[in-house]
């Protein structure tokens, strides 16, 4: 399964988890709908999105560009969310020095045939294209290392509970943690505590 | 609820997680069990267990020691198992400095009047045992900051589904990760990828 079938998952399962819906100059898919699983704009759109720095990160895959909008993200983190995208490794590279707590999760397929079949299945691009696309991820295997975490999607429900598992863990790292609050809980003071 | 209340709640639902069994000098409580609890031996037994290089960490608590046997981590690790065990700041600290690798999580009293039940609440302590204890829990809210992660200990389902996700998600981190495992379920290798 994709992406989204493990993002699907999570999603409902996990509390103040948003996902980040990305703009895209790609035409629609059978099925899909603006604003949920993108929002669709022309190339001209997407120029003055970039010109006017309304995009976090944005990345071109295959002639087609995917960019991340930054107002809602902002506003989603200043509420104490959690915000997850679905992007390659152009728009993480872009995340990961804009937002060092950003936390890179990836998604391993768990066959070549099953990443084959993935790239080839939509059954409605060109040679050409399916061509760049397996070079491309080919690029994204090599770079796992610049990730935090990885997954091996051969399972659904597994790869489910270890991306859930995740986003609870990094939850309650202590760099990511309120003092204020934890000594408060005792009645006490972060100062008092020397945190 | 005690450490060993989320610790129990958790050990059983996570495959491969093995609850490291410390050495005592202290008399076992009503109920413990020998090999179970603790390995309870005589102060002569503990110094030789230093001399001979058996513990991987040990502290002194309240006129008391306690220590981790270092051949069954070993053996446990060897096997790929996750070992877990139940050590105060003075032993995290010397599980940090030998084992890189360890994660550090620390249970946060959930009030200050709960800390404080706990400490008196045994009844079979002198007061000024009571009285060390009570710095020392002091000194150990201070070292929060030296731990990976912290989990509030004020709900034993919340406590127990957190230190769950952190063993899990800890598990799927990239510098842990095999890729030659990984490289080979494409068909391919790590050399051939560059990981």
Chains 1, 2 share one sequence.
Request: net charge negative; with cysteine; aromatic share 8%.
């Amino acid at each position: 399964m994709g992406k989204n079938t493990v993002l699907n998952a999570v999603l409902p399962e996990v509390p103040d988890l948003h996902y980040s819906v990305s703009v895209t100059t790609r035409a629609p898919r059978p099925g899909e709908v603006h604003g949920r699983d993108y929002f669709f704009v022309t190339d001209e759109e997407f120029d003055e999105m970039i010109r006017t720095g309304r995009l976090l990160e944005w990345a071109e895959f295959v002639g087609r560009r995917y960019g991340t909008p930054r107002d809602y993200i902002e506003r989603c983190l200043d509420e104490g969310l959690t915000v997850i995208m679905d992007i390659d490794i152009q728009g993480a590279r872009q995340i990961r020095e804009r937002m060092k707590e950003a936390i890179l999760v990836f998604l391993w397929p768990p066959s070549m045939q099953e990443l084959s079949r993935r790239i080839h299945g939509r059954g409605q691009d060109s040679q050409d294209a399916i061509t760049r696309r397996l070079s491309w991820a080919r690029q994204e295997l090599e770079a796992v290392t610049e990730y935090d975490y990885v997954i091996v999607n051969d399972d659904l429900e597994k790869a489910a509970a270890e991306l859930r598992a995740i986003i609870i863990a990094e939850r309650c790292r202590v760099r990511r943690t309120d003092f204020r609050q934890l000594a408060a809980k005792l009645g006490t003071s972060a100062d008092e505590l020397r945190l």
